[in-house]
């Protein structure tokens, strides 16, 4: 139901969730929060898997599944501690991009809802 092509065309493609990553992971790098917690000292892989995730999720190509396999985010974010602070972070970077991309009121909600309610379900830690 999220997933649908006429979402994925009408909010610009794989760029607009090229440049939505590009703009999270420029702000992830500076952050004292968040950086620590990504291992690898390259944050191009980590930015390619979100994007490519996203891309997926939004009824674009589904390349991620193809080399990752099946998502399961929850389970893949065991090794992080995610709690408040990051959560924070993480959406306030994610925030911060969003609002760069000058999307249409009704599709930066969409998106904004489905990125508020995933970080939420991401949280491991008691707050
Ligand atoms: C709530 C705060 C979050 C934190 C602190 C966080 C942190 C991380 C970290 C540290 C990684 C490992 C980087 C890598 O090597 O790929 C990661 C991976 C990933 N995250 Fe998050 N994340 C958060 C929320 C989200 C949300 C909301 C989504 C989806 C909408 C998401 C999607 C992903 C994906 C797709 C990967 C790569 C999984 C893989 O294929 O290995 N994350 N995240």
Do not use: C
Request: no cysteine.
């Amino acid at each position: 139901m999220a997933t649908d092509m006429n979402f994925f065309a009408e909010v610009g493609g794989e760029e607009t969730f090229r440049r939505l990553v590009h703009r999270f992971y420029e702000g992830v790098a500076d952050d004292p929060v968040l950086r620590p917690l990504y291992p690898e000292e390259d944050l191009g892989p980590a930015e390619e898997r979100l994007r490519m995730f996203l891309t997926q999720y939004w009824g674009g190509p589904n390349t991620y599944s193809q080399q990752r396999g099946h998502p399961r985010l929850r389970m893949r974010h065991v090794p992080f501690t995610i709690g408040m602070k990051e959560h924070d972070a993480w959406l306030r970077h994610m925030r911060d991009s969003l609002d760069e991309l000058g999307l249409s009121p009704e599709l930066e909600q969409r998106l904004w809802n489905y990125l508020v309610m995933a970080a939420r379900s991401l949280i491991n830690q008691p707050v």
